[in-house]
């Protein structure tokens, strides 16, 4: 990390009693949460005193136990709390996204916001949109990355256990438990470091995988048996659910987490999809596996972005019509780039 960047950072962290927002994406996954509580408990031992966790909207309840989770405020249940912590901060942390667009209800507080916003992020092309930009998407995770960070401002000696907890959670849900995005060593030293805190990697992986409810565990199985399409010209798979799916299995947030890695799984298939029916659109997760570029995919034909090898996306078409124009495209080998 440039040491003129952290410098900056560092000249702006002078005062302790300043309001700080740390904000991440809507849909907040585990990096999301993790990175943003670990620099929150970091700053906060180091005697930051109005510092604010904001999340657009709710998270799985199997990141619920991260320490510090009932800090948090959840922009969609208190807008009013979250604008005017958004409208007075000096300094925005903004962990995880690569443009305001991905904050949904808190796109506009955020653009109309005064305060410095810093990013940190692992994701691609970054819109121009920051004051101070750390884009390393080299990065497992941005919870690396805060770890990083908070080793350049020097801040590690108010790093302590439930920073490292959160952090190591961040790591582990952006690699799926270490199995991609994790050739980097640096990774593993980083979380030896976390490790060396008293993280117990053992329950840290119960609580957020082996955590199922009987509904989610049978929406899996429905999902693999019953709704999985091939397409084996496209080297493609996907699975698609829709609401009358959902409420069938009493859906919760998060129960769809890490369904479309099934998908990928299966032998000669590079990429895979999962279409999710929400209320005024459909929700697409991108997976794919070698030089299949989910991002640029999900830029070019459904509103979205991420990483090369997981990204997400939307469409404003009916189920049906998704689909059709989906496997139109993979047939055509439009998620071939080269
Ligand atoms: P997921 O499929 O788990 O929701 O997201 C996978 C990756 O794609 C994450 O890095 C996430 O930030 C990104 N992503 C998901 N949905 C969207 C979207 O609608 N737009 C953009 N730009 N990125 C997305
Ligand atoms: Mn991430």
Redesign the pocket.
Known sequence: MDPKLINSVKQLLGQRDQPIVIVT?T?P?GD?VGSSLGLFHCLGNAGFSRLSVIVPNPYPSFLHWLPGNGEVITASLQPENAQALIREAKLIFCL????L??TDQLEDPLRNAAGIKILIDH?PQPEPEFDLVFSFPSYSSTAEMVFKLLEGLELMSFFDHDAAACLYTGIVT?TGSFSFSCNNSDTYRITARLIEYGVDGERVHRLIYNTYSADRMRLLGFCLSEKLVVIPEGDTAYISLTRNDLERFNHQVGDT?GV?NYALSIENIFMAA?FTENEDHI?????SAGRVDV?LF??EH??????KN?????SFDSMKKTLARFEKLVKNGAHLHE
């Open positions: 994406h849909n996954d999301a995880d996204f690569n443009g667009a991905r994701h952006d987490e479309v999962l929700k697409v997760s991108f997976r991002n999900a830029r459904f509103n979205g972005g991420g990483h997981a990204a997400g996306g939307k």
